[in-house]
């Protein structure tokens, strides 16, 4: 089954190109379910944004590229929906070491779901249980979009209504009680979440989280290849 790939750890990572100083690595490695709908294509729009934004990236599935030495030539790290703990410890401190020492990371969609079980990652990136998402014929629906902080520069851009149609997560509680800033949430009244998923009127769906040391922003979105153009 291409979408539950066998669990694996790196250890060997590959070269770097030469030149990269403030670069943008995205990482899509998946040891729990792999999005194989959209990682082809996000893994290209990411990185063209990237280049718009005049900055190097490195696109890899080898988890083995977060070590002290090779994080010093990225600014940012993405999680594309990276999935089960596929750091290993070593990586892991080396990750976090980044994190606190300023390091920007934007983890998305499945990067937050709950095959990821490490504390620290939890915590630090995520700050909330996924509980699920809407199957079957519901899986996928449209649903309003409330931006909670306008003036936040995550949200620059961002123009209002927007009602994606995507899979939408919900968590066991707001990561807000945890300590994140919660940026967007989704219209409950917009969508049908179901009795078991439903949030009620805080149901968030992008967040920050502002005592990382580094800058942590973590999106639920991005199901589909088409979020990503959007």
């Keep these: ?11 060997v990572a590959p070269p770097l190109p030469p030149g990269l100083e403030g670069a943008v690595l995205i990482v899509s490695k998946t040891n729990g379910w792999r999005h194989i709908e959209h990682i082809p294509r996000s893994n290209a729009v990411l990185a063209q944004i990237a280049r718009n934004l005049g900055r190097d990236s490195f696109v890899t599935e080898n988890a083995a590229v977060p070590d002290d030495a090779r994080l010093r030539h990225f600014s940012l790290v993405v999680l594309n929906s990276a999935t089960g703990d596929f750091l290993t410890p070593d990586q892991l401190a080396a990750f976090a070491r980044f994190v606190a020492g300023g390091g920007g990371v934007v983890a998305l969609h499945a990067a937050g779901d709950d095959s990821h079980v490490a504390s620290w990652y939890v915590d630090t990136i995520i700050g909330a249980r996924f509980i699920g998402h809407p199957g079957g014929e519901d899986q996928f629906q449209s649903a309003r979009l409330a931006i909670a902080e306008p003036d936040h520069p995550v949200m620059a851009g961002v123009r209002l209504p927007w009602s994606p149609r995507d899979e939408w997560y919900s968590f066991a509680a707001s990561p807000a009680k945890g300590g994140m800033t919660v940026l967007a949430r989704i219209d409950e009244t917009s969508y049908r979440p179901g009795e078991t998923l439903a949030m009620g009127d805080d149901h968030p769906v992008i967040w920050v ?5 580094g800058r942590v922003v973590y999106s639920a979105l991005g199901h589909t290849p088409e979020a990503y153009d959007d």
């Design 209 to 213: 989280n502002p005592r990382a040391g």
């Design 1 to 11: 089954d291409p979408h539950r790939p066998t669990p694996s750890h790196d250890n």
